[in-house]
């Protein structure tokens, strides 16, 4: 080993620089200057570089080249003069949308296509709600049962393709064939046929008119098919759950058996009666307008039963005057009967069973508050000879097949068609 001589052994690779690159290499600083002097060989343009900030490599196509002074406003970042949005929702180059900025609260914007605005809280006018639109309702599930029995079967199929010739069929009244056919309620073709809007075999149409199955009938310029009853109707049960309407159209958007029901094809459903929005229980619907008059009119007396829970206890004589009648609001009503169920003795609330011939609103409710006792729960559990199936839950329907309607029409005494048996 060498004795080390003075001065420093020269490295090999060259002399140590520190903080520095070496020879060749390809960077923008070659020595350091000191603070506060400037050093434009640096950049070739005397641009120093930027240090701490966001700033782009050659070749690099950004906005961003250099920052702006706090309250001033660089022009050039964008095309058009237009500065990016940071912190608001705008849109990408290319996309369409309809929203690209935001509008100050309390302020609208008219720019946003044409078309209904989201529905929260009042409209413009102090008072007025905006339309609601219609809330997805789940459909109602079938409730399916063994299959019947052969002989039930045969029976079925041949009903469901008996047909009543078109020649034999009486003519009836326009207002009823067009509603018949689903072109509107009654009430409504009504109307149009008051102002001109029917026309029958060319002629403007009047009300009383009838027309028969070889009729030709327009209505507001176009062919209306008639669908005339030449089969058996159909008929289903549905066990209603509380908080739907038995009805078409509500203003406020609530939910209607309607909605969850399926369609009837070249038909409507008609409601055999109504519940109330807080009654549940055993609904019946058909296509046959004759047969739901039939159930419905006062004059048959079909006897309605229902399970009613009530706070407290109804002593016999209480029962007794519901029996013989009660004066209401709207005339006098009575139970044909009413009994309690076997429950719980110390239970706050018991049940009882009653059955009415008629189909007043809320007849049952008034009947018991006549006597200062509180209706919890209301629920139909027969309908004429139509009970409600234990299996068939809350929300389900089931459809009747041909000979369980057939059955359902002679017990009305009714033909197929709906028409009443000539004695």
């Not at 060259?14 to 000191?34: C, I, N, Q, V």
């Not at 929702?89 to 996309?95: A, I, T």
């Not at 207002?175 to 309620?185: D, F, P």
């Not at 209505?219 to 058996?232: E, F, N, P, S």
Request: hydrophobic share 30%; aromatic share 6%.
């Amino acid at each position: 080993m060498q004795p080390r001589q003075g001065g420093a052994t020269p490295h090999p690779k060259g002399p140590r620089t520190s903080g520095l690159r070496a020879e060749g290499s390809d960077s923008r600083f070659e020595k350091r200057t000191p603070y506060g002097e400037r050093d434009d060989s640096r950049q070739p343009g005397g641009r120093r570089p930027q240090s701490g900030k966001r700033f782009e490599q050659q070749g690099s196509d950004s906005r961003f080249e250099k920052r702006t002074p706090y309250g001033e406003r660089d022009d050039s970042r964008q095309p058009g003069g237009r500065r990016p949005q940071s912190g608001k929702r705008f849109e990408q180059q290319g996309s369409d949308s309809r929203f690209e900025k935001r509008t100050p609260y309390g302020e609208r914007d008219d720019n946003r296509p044409a078309g209904r605005r989201e529905a929260s809280g009042a409209d413009e006018g102090f008072g007025q709600r905006r339309q609601v639109p219609a809330p997805l309702v789940q459909k109602a599930k079938k409730l399916r049962l063994r299959s019947p029995s052969q002989k039930i079967q045969d029976k079925s199929k041949r009903l469901r393709e008996t047909r009543v010739d078109l020649d034999e069929m009486e003519p009836i009244r326009l207002q009823k064939a067009l509603a018949a056919s689903g072109v509107g309620s009654r009430r409504e073709m009504e109307e149009w046929i008051e102002a001109g809007l029917v026309t029958v075999n060319g002629k403007v149409a009047t009300l009383g008119d009838r027309v028969g199955p070889r009729d030709r009938v327009m209505v507001k310029g176009d062919q209306i098919k008639l669908k005339w009853a030449d089969r058996l109707p159909r008929v289903i049960m549905y066990h209603k759950q509380e908080g739907e309407l038995v009805t078409r159209d509500d203003p406020q958007g609530r939910v209607t058996i309607f909605d969850r029901l399926p369609q009837a094809k070249s038909s409507r459903w008609v409601a055999i009666g109504r519940l109330d929005a807080n009654t549940s229980g055993l609904l019946l619907l058909t296509t046959s307008g004759e047969l739901a008059n039939r159930m419905m009119h006062p004059s048959f007396e079909v006897e309605r039963e229902y399970a009613v829970r009530v706070l407290g206890e109804v002593s016999t004589d209480i029962m007794k005057a519901m029996t013989e009648g009660v004066e209401l609001e709207d005339g006098p009503a009575r139970f044909e009967r009413i009994w309690h169920q076997q429950d719980n003795e110390e239970s706050a609330n018991h049940w009882y069973n009653v059955v009415i011939k008629e189909g007043r609103n809320r007849e049952v409710r008034r009947m018991f508050e006549a006597f200062g006792l509180t209706v919890s729960r209301l629920i139909r559990v027969r309908f004429g000879k139509l009970g409600l199936p234990p299996r068939l839950k809350r929300g389900q329907f089931y459809e009747l097949n041909e000979a369980e309607v057939a059955a359902v029409m002679k017990w009305c005494d009714l033909t197929m068609t709906g028409r009443q048996k000539r004695r």
